[in-house]
């Protein structure tokens, strides 16, 4: 595909695309590690007992949803490519098309995204750390407090840097897929075709079962994009971006599919749906039942969930200091330490999980939580998402691009499945969800009313024309904001006197 190269936009002073980018810690193999180590946190050692409360129909709608992912990572490495400064990804994709506040509304929605997953991922992992100690009955201070420390851990990881977080993730990564590999691929000689029950076992509609699967299963995919919001600490980005989400979500999507179905084979339906930690009954039924197979499996989950949320960390304090460099996010989250490292994002953005799993757990316990965290933390990400697919829609149907047959009709296609797979996430989470981030959003206007007036004092941007008298605008030196069209922004618009 031949491509034209990228016309600056008028709010940004884009360099040329062929700039080199600054060069980055995290390679290929890291960037990979990064991405599967985000979308696989505990949410697949929980997953198995959601999925079963829809039936085995629910395989088929993980599947789905993988290659929907898929096609996502294709287009964030599409987007990467073309636009000059594509720090923050997401966030830099929207910007670059549909201006600042564009990419405000995306950096905001995914900032809530970020944190609001990373406290539905501690809850799963809580789930398992209880299991991992014996913690029965546990108190609600109890689940807040195991929360708490699996927040802060991966905290104190990204603050002591990045080279230590890529270390941790590149482990973490290691030390998760080895049992994971296991059961999907020993489990198999284990399964017995009574345990998977019925194909739909929601009690409603076959549309009812896909509701049910879908919540989950749109989560543990979330994370493919985070190599493109990480985009400033990869090296060579234009190339590795797009090919370690592609990688790491295949990779993901292949282990979701056979570990999700062999346990769904290993324990009974009526025994596996509801359950929070479905993997250690899926181990005694393959090894035993003696102490050791659980407490393996729940130190693997342990170790899983903090992999995920290390590398979360990083992500929900990456695209908020992007933004805030351009004056497009509350300033302090600009602020960095120690070879770029986003300090106060991280404190903050983990500070608000740790509120957020507190009025969680003041009225939930257990599967319930992780539930309404990941339906919460679906539809802000769908935003994002949309926008996303929205300005390589807007891209390919400009003139700024080479036209060439195959490979236009091909990211279109792409890029239209994008849009769609965005509006389906929003779609299946339900009303309640959609009314919870709605308003989350709507929180977001009036910070971006006082930043973009800061900015305007500033004379990052130019002021908008304001009318004194009927028919006539006040604008500098008596100029008129008609007398050069074809340079809107050449003229610095005046304030309107007081009169």
Not at 207 to 235: D, P
Not at 481 to 494: E, I, Q
Request: glycine share 10%; proline share 5%; aromatic share 10%.
């Amino acid at each position: 595909m031949t491509l034209a190269p990228p016309k600056p936009t008028d709010h940004s002073a884009a360099a040329p695309s062929d700039v080199p980018r600054q060069r980055g810690t995290l390679g290929l193999g890291s960037a990979t590690a990064l991405v599967v180590g985000s979308i696989i946190g505990t949410g697949v050692f929980t997953m198995p007992g959601v999925l079963a409360q829809a039936g085995t129909s629910s395989i088929l709608v993980l599947g789905v949803i993988a290659i929907g992912a898929l096609l996502l990572g294709v287009m964030f490495g599409q987007l990467t490519k073309r636009i000059p400064t594509s720090d923050g990804g997401l966030y830099a994709y929207s910007r670059h098309e549909f201006g600042d506040f564009a990419g405000y509304l995306t950096a905001w929605c995914y900032w809530i995204t970020a944190w609001a997953g990373n406290a539905a991922i501690v809850s799963s992992w809580v789930l398992y750390v209880e299991s991992l100690f014996s913690i029965t009955h546990p108190s609600a201070w109890t689940n807040l407090g195991i929360a708490l420390l699996g927040l802060w851990i991966p905290a104190v990881v990204n603050l002591v840097g990045v080279k230590q977080m890529a270390w941790f993730q590149n482990v973490s990564v290691v030390l998760k897929f080895l049992p994971l590999l296991v059961v999907g691929v020993v489990g198999w000689f284990f399964v017995k075709s009574a345990n998977f029950g019925p194909f739909n076992a929601s009690g409603g509609s076959l549309y009812s079962a896909i509701g049910i699967a879908a919540g989950v299963a749109l989560f543990s995919f979330i994370g493919v994009e985070c190599a493109s919001i990480a985009g400033a600490q990869v090296k060579n980005p234009r190339v590795n971006v797009g090919r370690a989400s592609v990688l790491g979500t295949a990779a993901s999507a292949i282990l979701y599919i056979a570990v999700s179905a062999v346990v769904m084979g290993l324990v009974a339906q009526p025994n596996l749906a509801g359950n929070g930690a479905p993997f250690v009954d899926a181990f005694q039924t393959m090894f035993g039942h003696a102490a050791w197979v659980g407490k393996l499996v729940a130190a693997t989950a342990v170790v899983s969930g903090l992999g995920a949320l290390n590398g979360w960390t990083l992500v929900t304090a990456e695209m908020p200091r992007a933004a805030a460099k351009d004056g497009l996010f509350i300033p302090q989250f600009a602020k960095t330490f120690r070879g770029g490292i986003p300090w106060f994002g991280i404190l903050v953005s983990t500070a608000i999980a740790s509120l957020l799993m507190a009025f969680a757990y003041s009225g939930n316990t257990g599967l319930k939580v992780f539930t309404y965290l990941v339906d919460l933390s679906v539809v802000t990400v769908a935003i994002p998402y949309l926008f996303s697919a929205c300005a390589q829609l807007a891209y390919l149907a400009s003139r700024r691009r080479t036209v060439n047959g195959w490979a236009l009709a091909r990211d279109l296609s792409i890029a239209g499945a994008s849009v769609l797979f965005s509006l389906w996430v929003a779609f299946t989470a339900g009303y309640q969800a959609v009314y919870q981030a709605l308003l989350m959003l709507l929180i977001g206007l009036p910070i971006y009313s006082f930043l973009k007036a800061r900015r305007e004092r500033r004379g990052d941007v130019a002021e908008p024309v304001e009318a004194t008298t009927p028919g006539s605008a006040r604008v500098h030196n008596g100029a008129s904001p008609l007398a050069d069209p074809g340079r809107p922004h050449a003229l610095r618009f005046s304030r309107p006197s007081s009169r």
